[in-house]
């Protein structure tokens, strides 16, 4: 048992690196750059705890490298609602979407943390309701994203999606987890960390199959009029009349 | 009591989006060519949804009617408008299903065409998915039959949610044609009628 749990603990590193080497060899991180520097961040953190994974400070480099990992998280989520946002909506009132979804989710957490009595100390306490808060977004900018390709056509096989649908599984998962591991504290500390590290290993296949595709670069936006009926009828004409191979 | 609620509510909402996520992968339309286009539309009456939101026509029904009779016909009127919306949202659907289709293989002029179809796509689909949330609510709340309030007017329709509806669809037939022209393999004339 103990085995597997420490192969399961490991085995996103190697998929992080191969992530990383995709969206070099396939140029996306200049579309993503925030998406490239969580993962980048991921992954190094993922060594140093290996490196340290027998050290006493491994406990703080895990919770502190964490912390970091959900405040980046958020910033991706951020990229990617900007990215689809710009895309498909130009509306000054869709720029207040995030910025309400975030303080809602600060509001949230601290009403859940708050009515929650629970055997971890403070730091801990708040490390776990930073985190809960990062993954609520998550799940947040997942269901948006998920009603974009349901309603506005948004492809499910853009990389946003791919994101956001990753980070949304893993965040469900992730939520339910921490959220019993505040609730029942650190007797639930196994669960917590098979549920977590399985959840987060699926999400990382989930960016490993978007990322294998290289992104289409779009078409320049031209902020013209659009051409009338009677430029339709000209151009039509001019097709009717080019030969075609 | 309300946080405990709203936060598993999340969680429980999270797992369903990952469900509808992958329903919606597996019952999507498969791969919509130029030949899955025009058999698939549902036509528009332009004309009549012009009428139905004309202000004179409505001014005129209002001063020629009853109350009564002025709230009883509003309610058909606004059942009309729907109907018409939800073929708008369809044929939308439609078109940006096709255009992102075209997106995957198109280059240069050819993706400026599909990009206009995506962008003026989704201004139709944003403009019909709030009109229907707007109309479903008027019918609902039967505010033609309210006396304290005045009965509904449907030039309100005209502009929901910043979308101009009538005319961003007619932006949408245009760019639809233009593709269909650019590539050239189907039947431009049942596209027209269609839309």
């Known amino acids: 048992m103990e085995a597997i749990l420490q192969v399961l603990w490991w085995a996103p590193l190697p998929m992080l690196v191969v992530l990383l080497g995709l969206m070099f060899w396939r140029h996306s991180i200049r579309f993503f750059p925030w998406f490239f520097i969580y993962v980048f961040y991921t992954a190094l953190a993922t060594i140093l705890r290996f490196v340290l994974r027998n050290h006493e400070i491994y406990p703080y480099l895990y919770w502190y490298s964490d912390a970091g990992s959900a405040v980046l998280g958020i910033i991706v989520m951020y990229e990617v609602f900007r990215s689809v946002s710009y895309k498909l909506i130009r509306r000054l009132w869709v720029n207040a979407i995030f910025p309400v979804t975030v303080i809602s989710t600060l509001i949230l957490t601290f009403l859940r943390t708050r009515a929650v009595d629970t055997d971890l100390n403070t730091t801990m306490t708040w490390m776990i309701a930073g985190q809960m808060c990062a993954r609520i977004i998550e799940v947040a900018m997942f269901l948006l994203l998920l009603v974009f390709v349901a309603v506005l056509g948004l492809r499910w096989r853009e990389h946003q999606f791919g994101i956001s649908a990753g980070f949304g599984i893993y965040a469900a998962f992730a939520l339910l987890a921490s959220t019993k591991y505040y609730e029942i504290g650190s007797r639930f500390n196994l669960w917590w960390s098979v549920i977590s590290v399985v959840s987060y290993t699926g999400a990382v296949l989930i960016w490993l199959w978007y990322f294998s595709t290289p992104i289409k670069a779009e078409a320049p936006s031209s902020e013209q009029p659009p051409l009338s009926l009677q430029d339709l009828e000209r151009y039509k004409d001019i097709a009717r009349r080019a030969p075609r191979p | ?195």
């Open chain 2, 1 to 195: 009591m309300i946080s405990y609620v709203l936060w598993y509510l999340i969680i429980t909402a999270g797992f369903i989006a990952a469900a509808v996520a992958i329903g919606l992968i597996w019952f999507r339309f498969p791969d919509r060519t130029i030949h899955d286009v025009a058999d698939y539309l549902l036509p528009i009456d332009f004309e009549k949804a012009e009428g139905l939101l004309d202000p004179q026509t409505e001014a005129i029904l209002r001063k020629e009617m009853t109350p009564e009779e002025f709230r009883a016909l509003q309610r058909k009127r606004i059942h009309h408008y729907l109907a018409i919306v939800k073929r708008m949202a369809h044929n939308s659907s439609v078109l940006i299903e096709w255009a992102n289709r075209e997106a995957e293989t198109a280059v240069g002029q050819r993706l400026e065409m599909v990009s206009k179809l995506q962008q003026v796509g989704v201004e139709v689909r944003l403009y019909s998915l709030l009109a229907l949330i707007k109309l479903r609510f008027w019918l609902l709340i039967r505010l033609d039959s309210w006396w304290i309030l005045p009965a509904p007017s449907l030039d309100d329709m005209r502009q929901v949610g910043g979308v101009r509806g009538l005319e961003s669809y007619d932006r949408l037939k245009t760019a639809a044609s233009f593709l269909f022209v650019e590539i050239g393999q189907g039947n431009f004339e049942e596209l027209l009628q269609n839309l």
